[in-house]
């Protein structure tokens, strides 16, 4: 299996795009969110993925940086739908509020013939705290991040037998993930700025993380490999010298600062 890192920014990045990425494993892919708009598209086509061949996809939450995406990934497979230039089937998970909120948009933005294969075709499926499914042939188990600001899941995947990757959302880990996170293989945590330079972009404030932070948080929790996202874009020609300068003090497992469009073996 491998992660794509289509973005690795917050929302108000102009040098990078916004967090979201493909896990891949042979033929299945599985995006988990797209983004703040159309640059989706562009950012697939340059990894050497092409849109249709995305069939499951997860949605974390409802803010703009992660849904806007999902709606052009929308319009694009009913689209193809309607001209019989899509085979098959599509999937997009994600808790009520956003499969109702995908579903309002959609009505609201695209022609009655491609919202017609909503639901149809183009399976929105909304799914629970503490539920399992299966995505890519691997049990998925999604969680409830307890965000104060809008509601979040987060995920934890069986990669391997006895190996997980977990991902805990844009939002610093909280105790009620530990059972998730603890022993992960794989973590994917946000990391706002740098420790210090927390007076400056002010993670807390906006229920983020620095580097130290999420560092500290996966030592403790035996984290094999940490991936840092959702950084701000201020430090972006250096920010995986600066990031692992701060994080090889706190972290002693592996640890990832990706670049846009950076493919990692899992």
């Known amino acids: 299996m491998k992660i794509t890192m289509l973005g690795t920014g917050h929302a108000l990045v102009t040098e990078c795009y916004n967090t979201c990425f493909v896990l891949s494993e042979q033929e299945k892919h599985l995006l988990v969110d797209g983004g703040g708009g159309n640059t989706i598209l562009w950012q697939l086509k340059r990894a050497g993925i092409h849109w249709a061949e995305i069939r499951e996809i997860f949605v974390t939450h409802k803010h703009v940086d992660h849904l806007m995406g999902i709606i052009w990934m929308v319009r694009m497979i009913c689209h193809s739908m309607n001209h019989d230039a899509y085979e098959g089937e599509a999937r997009i998970y994600a808790h009520e509020e956003v499969i ?11 022609q009655e013939k491609e919202i017609r294969f909503l639901d ?6 909304t799914v629970t705290d503490k539920e399992t499914r299966n995505l890519m042939g691997k049990p998925v188990t999604f969680f409830d991040i307890q965000s104060s600001k809008a509601k979040q899941y987060g995920f934890t995947m069986e990669i391997e037998k006895g190996e997980k990757l977990t991902c805990c959302g844009d939002e610093p880990y ?3 993930e530990k059972n998730y996170v603890e022993n992960s293989k794989w973590l994917l945590h946000e990391a706002f700025c740098l420790h210090e330079q927390a007076d400056r972009f ?4 906006k229920a983020h ?10 030592e403790r929790l035996k984290v094999e490999n940490l991936l840092l996202y ?11 010298e600066l990031y692992h ?4 003090q706190y972290f002693h497992g592996n640890l990832y600062i990706p670049e846009d469009l950076e493919v990692l073996e899992l």
């Open 100 to 110: 109702e909120l995908i579903r309002y948009i959609s009505s609201q933005l695209l």
């Open 120 to 125: 149809d075709r183009l399976h929105l499926i």
């Open 174 to 176: 909280k105790e009620c």
């Open 202 to 205: 002010r993670p807390y404030e």
């Open 209 to 218: 993380s620095t580097v130290k932070d999420a560092c500290q948080v996966a």
């Open 230 to 240: 959702h950084t701000e874009d201020d430090n972006i020609k250096r920010r995986k």
């Open 245 to 248: 300068a701060e994080g090889e």
